[in-house]
C-alpha cells in the first residue's frame, strides 16, 4: 500500500502528516511504528491524521499517534503543524480553526507573521482527570522514584503531565528518571515528564520525556503544563518565554500567582505561540505485512 505524507516540525518535535480526507488511510499501531522507525521508515516524534470532522461548526478532527504506536489525546507542537498543513495543503483558506480531538476542541490561528497561535483550553488539576493516584488535588505532590522522592505538579493539558522544578535542566536525569516517571504506578494511563529550570518570572528551560517516544526536542503541551505549574507554586508570571532544545515557545495564561486553591482563577485557557515548519511531501510503499 502507497501512501502520502509530509514530514513537519514544530521546534524540533518532529511529525509525520498523513491526509486522511483525501486517502482513506489511517495508521494501525504497527504501521504508526513503522512509519515513525528512524530507520526502516520515515522517522518522526508522533503521527498526526487530519480527518473530517464529525461535529457540527468544527472544521477538522485531529488524532495522534506516538512513536510506539498508542493513540494519544494531545500534542501542542502538532496542532501548529496541522494549521499550516491544512493551509499548504488547500483544505481551508480561513486563518482560525477549530479542530476536534480526542481531549475536546481546540482553536488554532495562523498569524500574519507565520507562527501559530493555539488555544489548548484550560488545564485541569484534580488527581482524578490526570489520572494520578493521590488522596489530595494539592499543587506540589510527593512521588518516590529511583528510591528518592521528588516533588511534582501534576498538570492535564488534554494529556497527563508530571512537572519537577530543578536546578540546571542540562544536568537534569532526563534519560534516566523520564522513563521511570513514565510509567510509574500512580499513572495509570502513563504520564509525560517535564524538568523545568526557572531563569526568572518570565523565562524558564524546559526538556521533556514524552510518552510513548521518549525525550523530545520541544513539546507543546509540555510548555503549558510547566508554565501553569510554575504560575500555580508561584514561580512564574505570564506570559513565560519557554526555551527547549528545539527553540522557544511563548506560553500566555490568566491564572494569577498564589491563587493555586481558587479554582476559578484556573479556569482560563493556556495560549501557546510558535513556529511550525514542512520539511518535505513524499509517498512511501508500507509493507504488506503489517496490519
Known sequence: MKIRFTKMHGLGNDFVVLD?????????????????????GIGCDQILVVERASTPGVDFR????????????QCGNG????VRFVHEQGLTDKREIRVETQSGLITLRLEADGQVTVNMGAPRFLAAEIPFDSKTDAVVQALSVADAQIDIS????????????????????????GPLIES??????????????IVDRHAIRLRVHERGAGETLACGTGACAAVVAGIRRGLLDSPVRV?????DLSIAWGGAAGNAGNMAE????VMMTGP????????IQLPNNLT
Open 20 to 40: 486522511a480526507i483525501h486517502q482513506n488511510f489511517v495508521p494501525t499501531p504497527a504501521q504508526a511504528r513503522f512509519l515513525a522507525d528512524r530507520h526502516f
Open 62 to 73: 485531529y488524532r495522534i499517534f506516538n512513536a510506539d504506536g498508542g493513540e494519544v489525546e
Open 79 to 82: 496542532a501548529r503543524c496541522f
Open 154 to 177: 501534576v498538570v492535564s493539558m488534554g494529556n497527563p503531565h508530571a512537572v519537577q522544578v530543578v536546578a540546571d535542566v542540562d544536568a537534569a536525569p532526563v534519560a534516566r528518571l
Open 184 to 197: 510509574h504506578p500512580r499513572f495509570p494511563r502513563r504520564v509525560n515528564a517535564g524538568f523545568m529550570q
Open 243 to 247: 526555551t527547549t532544545r528545539g527553540g
Open 266 to 269: 484556573t479556569r482560563q485557557p
Open 276 to 283: 511550525a515548519s514542512t520539511v518535505f511531501s513524499a509517498e
